[in-house]
Every structure is written in structure tokens, then in C-alpha cells.
């Protein structure tokens, strides 16, 4: 129970570091610390101006590894009660931690690197995605709701979608890409304008891909049945949150990428992400009948082979 509440702690700091992030690079604080893992050559430098936006994420991603570990420490001590994701999860989630602040220090190591800042941006989802993910196997109850399985598989694709979405979104930012098209909704007056500019390309991307997570997510909900809980909350947030999503996106270009609007836009793409993940750990494929059959016969078989030998 412990794991479970810690690691939901750990997801909470690990979402106000996402949205730290977003305030750092909106604030273009990025390389307002020149050196790293230090600043200025200091551990506490005078944080003032960008300096405390930067150091600030940097002192902020150091409490969430050493989160981090103690999560990994709950997780092994989960493993001795029985449950064997345990340690593979809690070592995955510090390599995952370690590997992260290592793309942070190469990012100021060498300018801002568009790769290397993407690479930034995707890690940090996987690492939310996984701590969320020890905090749902790690529940006092493991039951997880049958829904059928077209539902769930195109739930888990809306999930990779979404994903994707998020991958692109960074690309829009590391490139320079967020004011290529001032049109709203469409960029030079078409979906995807090949031959553009790559800036204006990528951004037609963007949004495209926004239409299709859109509808996707309210496909997904329409094929999801009658659910309880919590799994009933996100079910209907969903819908709601995507379109908030796609508004958020459409007034961050229409204010110039205003800090509000690029750093809320930033958070509501991660909690689109981070209940999709918790969903699909909420929830589970429904048996097909001749499977369900074929588990009962190996049940039976082993039974009828272990009283043979008795």
C-alpha cells in the first residue's frame, strides 16, 4: 500500500516537473546556467532572474530521483510480497531517471541541441507513464474491469497516438515551429501543406494529428461500455480534456506563445497521456469464449496430472 501511495506522490512531482520544464524553455531560461551539473561553478548560485527558473528544474528533477529511489526501494520490498514486477519496474524507473538528467546536462552541454531536447521531452513522458504504472499494478486490489477487445485495442493505438502527439508537440518547440502558421484552424488555407517551409510542415502535422487523437478518443469512449470508478471518471474526462487540448493549442498561436497558454497546453497533453496509460491498467481485454475453454482444459489437465501423480 505504501508503493502504491508513494509511487502516486512520485507521479504527482514528476507532472510539476514536466510543467517546470515547459516555464524554463517558455521563459527561454534554457542556458541561462552555462556549466552543468553546477551553476556558475555553485550548487546555490543567487537565484534570481532566469537563473531560477533553470536551477530551479535542475533542484526540482534532483528531488524526483531521489523519489525515485526510494520508490525503487518500496518496489523491491513489494517484490518480497509477492508482486515479481517489483524490482524490474523500480531499476527501470532510476536507469529511466539517471538517462534523464543525463539528456538534461547534454542539452546545456551543447546549446540546445533539437534532437537531444526532443529525446528530453519523450523520456520524461516514459518515466511518467511508468511511475503511474507502479502506482496502478501496485493497488490494494488488482481487479481490473473486462471491456471487449476492439475497445481496448483502440484505446491502447489512442494511447500511442496520443504519445506521438506529445513527440510532435516538442518538435514544434525545439524547431521553432510554434508561430510557422498564424492561420487557425488551418495552415495556408490546407491540412498538410507539403512543399511549405519544414517549420510550416511540422506544425500542419501537429494539428493534424490533434484532429485524428481527437477523434480517436471520442471513437474509443463511444466503444468503451458502461464503466465504474475511476475508470468511469477518466472515461468521461477524456473527451473533454482533448478538446480543451486542441483550444489551448489553437490560443497559444493566437497570443504569441504566451507562457500561460504554452506551459497549460504543455500540462493538459500530459494528463491526457497520463489517463490514458492509467486506463489501460484500469481496465483489461475481454477472454474470448475458446480461450476462456482452453484455460479451463490446461486447468483441468494439470489438476487430473497432479492427482495421477499423487
Known amino acids: 500500500m505504501w508503493t502504491h501511495r508513494f509511487a502516486i506522490f512520485t507521479a504527482c512531482a514528476t507532472f510539476m516537473l514536466l510543467l517546470i520544464g515547459g516555464i524554463v524553455h517558455g521563459t527561454g531560461s534554457s542556458l541561462a546556467c552555462p556549466d552543468w551539473p553546477l551553476c556558475f561553478g555553485q550548487f546555490f ?9 533553470e536551477h530551479g528544474h535542475r533542484l526540482f528533477a534532483s528531488l524526483v530521483g531521489l523519489l525515485t529511489v526510494v ?4 518496489c523491491f520490498q513489494a517484490t518480497r510480497h509477492g508482486q515479481r514486477w517489483g524490482r524490474s519496474l523500480g531499476l527501470l524507473a532510476v536507469g529511466l531517471v539517471v538517462f534523464q538528467g543525463v539528456l538534461g546536462g547534454l542539452t546545456v552541454i551543447y546549446k540546445l541541441p533539437t534532437l537531444i531536447s526532443l529525446a528530453h521531452l519523450c523520456t ?4 511518467f507513464a511508468l511511475v503511474l504504472s507502479i502506482a496502478c499494478l501496485s493497488r490494494k486490489t488488482s481487479e481490473r474491469i473486462e471491456v471487449p477487445r476492439n475497445a481496448y485495442r483502440l484505446l491502447a493505438a489512442t494511447a ?5 502527439q506529445i513527440t510532435l508537440g516538442g518538435l514544434v518547440r525545439h524547431t ?4 510557422a502558421c498564424l ?4 495552415c495556408k488555407d490546407g491540412l498538410l501543406p507539403v512543399g511549405e517551409h519544414p517549420t510550416v510542415v511540422i506544425q500542419a502535422l501537429h494539428r493534424l494529428t490533434a484532429l485524428l487523437l481527437a477523434f480517436a478518443l471520442v471513437l474509443s469512449t463511444l466503444m468503451l461500455p458502461r464503466l465504474t470508478g475511476f475508470a468511469r471518471f477518466i472515461k468521461q474526462a477524456l473527451p473533454f480534456l482533448v478538446i480543451l487540448q486542441i483550444a489551448l493549442g489553437l490560443e497559444s498561436v493566437r497570443s504569441y506563445l504566451g507562457l500561460l497558454q504554452v506551459t497549460t497546453h504543455l ?4 494528463l491526457l497521456w497520463a489517463l490514458l496509460v492509467v486506463e489501460l491498467w484500469l481496465l483489461r481485454p475481454m477472454v474470448l469464449l475458446n480461450e476462456a475453454d482452453s484455460e479451463l482444459s490446461t486447468t483441468l489437465a494439470d ?6 501423480i499423487a
Open 160 to 164: 500511442v497516438l496520443c504519445y506521438l
Open 183 to 186: 492561420e487557425i484552424p488551418f
Open 71 to 74: 520508490l525503487c526501494l518500496l
Open 303 to 308: 489438476h487430473h496430472h497432479q492427482g495421477g
Open 45 to 53: 548560485p543567487e537565484m534570481k532572474g532566469n537563473v531560477f527558473f
Open 267 to 270: 500540462g493538459v497533453g500530459a
Open 176 to 179: 521553432g515551429a510554434g508561430l
Open 124 to 127: 520524461s513522458m516514459l518515466f
